[in-house]
Each structure stands twice: as C-alpha cells, then as structure tokens.
C-alpha cells in the first residue's frame, strides 16, 4: 500500500475538507487488483480507514509499504509489514498508469481538480475503470480477470448496470 500526494490549493471556502489530499490505495500483488482507495489528509485515520475497506477482500497477512511511520502505527501487529521500493513498485507503477489516465490528477495543468468530493467520486470510477474495463497491454486481461472475478474485460454500460447496494 502506497499513498500518493494530490495537491489542494485553493479549494472552496465553505469547504471543511482542504489542503493537500491523498489517495490511497491497498492493492493485491499477485493480480494487480485495486481492493480499496481513500482519500483524505495524509494522517494515520487515512491508513486506518484504508486497512478497515481492505478488510475481507483477501486472506493476505503482508503489507508492503514506504516507510512512513504511520503504518507502524496503524497495522494491527499480526500482519506483517514489509517497507522498501522493492516491495511496492508495482502499486507505485499503477499509481503512474491512473495518475496518466486520469486528468484531474495531473500537477501543474489548469484542469487539476481542487474538491475532494469530486476526487471522491473520480477515484471510485477510476478504481472501477482499473480493475474492470482497463487491460494491461502485455498480458491482455483486465485486475478483475487475473483475480478470477470474471472471464472477460467488461465495458462502461456494464459496470453502470451491474446490481449494487448504495
């Protein structure tokens, strides 16, 4: 798990959530897929909320990660915890694939986006875009496929349809 600076300069006034804003994300290593995103201030209720949503979507016991000391804070003591560039350049290289593919995300252009529930609402259709839609050009499968989630790469008008509980 890597998490990764989004700045926020000049948000709304009225708005309780400014400054900079983080993404994180949690990532299974053997497919490649996104269990779970949060955004908020770099703080250690942000690894917290991040582990709590990753939680049941796999039987690891590992987490790799940079060596902020906020994990070590934050992750229970019967997981193991791995810190090194090593351990995490294949989050850092989804990171690089999301941040290209995702405008908003971009530093330094006109169109970076400065309110947190619109970088809310973009992760969740990045996340989704990223494991269910996108395909990894030399393998040519989708996260959700090498996970055994499905058997083929789904499309938009899938995802919109699909039933789920809000």
Known sequence: MVICLKKQKQCCAQELEVGDCWIGLSLADSSGLILAARVGKHTDELIDELVVSTEGKTNCKQFNSD??????????????????KDKTQRLERTNGIIRQQTSR???RQNKFGKVWEQT???TRLVVSYF???WQHSRRKTTAAQRAGLTTRSWSWDDVALYPTLI
């Open 67 to 84: 060596d902020w000391g906020g994990y070590e804070r934050v992750l229970p003591p019967e997981l193991q915890h791995y810190i090194g």
């Open 105 to 107: 995300w971009h530093r």
């Open 131 to 133: 494991n269910w839609i």
């Open 120 to 122: 809310k609402v973009t």
